[in-house]
């Protein structure tokens, strides 16, 4: 079935430090999603890629999808204890109908300050 | 735009009873989801509905889990009995075109 990992699951950062989490799917993906929860709160949009290879800013986070469309990552730079929260990464394939989204298992973030 | 509204926010029931969680997706929203989240299993899926008609209820573990979606504006999952395994946050999403939103969602304990 249909299985999107991250790494690594739990990821402890100085604040100032960059932060970087890996998405991999064991199938090809039509495209990417990624989603913050703060904890205690819910999963919130970030962003969507599409394209192979496409790479978007948001201010201090870089996203990544890549040439396969079977990867992806998403980049911190110099980490903020507003950064604390789990990331996850979510993708759709052509197989999983209009609007169905797998969501992966998550990289949770702590930054000390 | 209020978001997707759930309530309640917190559930305590003893094993046994019956569940019933609310849902509001955001106007004009044609897809809404249900998810359950818990620190061993993650996010699942649990069903979604496009224009109100169940399009996908794979993910609904057992046969006391149930969900409607009686119009555009309201949606309900029900565990009818509830069991101790049961107990998790369970999120409700809406959505248009690709981003989800979800709601606050309800942590249930079940006792």
């Known amino acids: 079935g249909q299985q999107v990992m991250q790494i690594p699951q739990y990821q402890h950062v100085q604040e100032g430090e960059d932060f970087t989490t890996y998405c991999n799917s064991s199938t090809t993906l039509s495209n990417i999603q990624w989603y913050k929860q703060r904890p205690g709160g819910h999963p919130v949009f970030l962003i969507q890629?599409?394209?192979?290879?496409e790479v978007k800013k948001q201010k201090r986070l870089t996203f990544q999808f890549g040439e396969a469309k079977k990867n992806s990552s998403l980049h911190i730079t110099a980490t903020q204890t507003t950064d604390v929260g789990t990331y996850f990464c979510a993708g759709r394939t052509s197989q999983t109908g209009a609007n169905n989204l797998f969501f992966g298992t998550g990289t949770r973030l702590t930054v000390i300050p | 735009d209020a978001g997707v509204i759930q309530s309640p926010r917190h559930e305590v029931t003893e094993m046994g009873q019956e569940v019933t969680l609310r849902c509001k997706p955001i106007s004009g929203h044609d897809y809404l989801f249900w998810y359950r989240q818990t620190m061993m299993r993650g996010l699942e899926l649990l069903i979604y509905f496009n224009n109100n008609v169940p399009i996908d209820d794979s993910g609904m573990p057992e046969d006391r889990f149930s969900a409607k979606m009686p119009n555009a504006s309201f949606s309900t999952l029900k565990i009818q009995p509830s069991e101790p395994r049961d107990s998790a946050v369970y999120f409700c999403a809406s959505s248009l075109s690709y981003g989800y939103t979800f709601g606050s969602g309800t942590r249930l304990t079940v006792v």
């Open positions: 890629l599409v394209k192979s290879g």
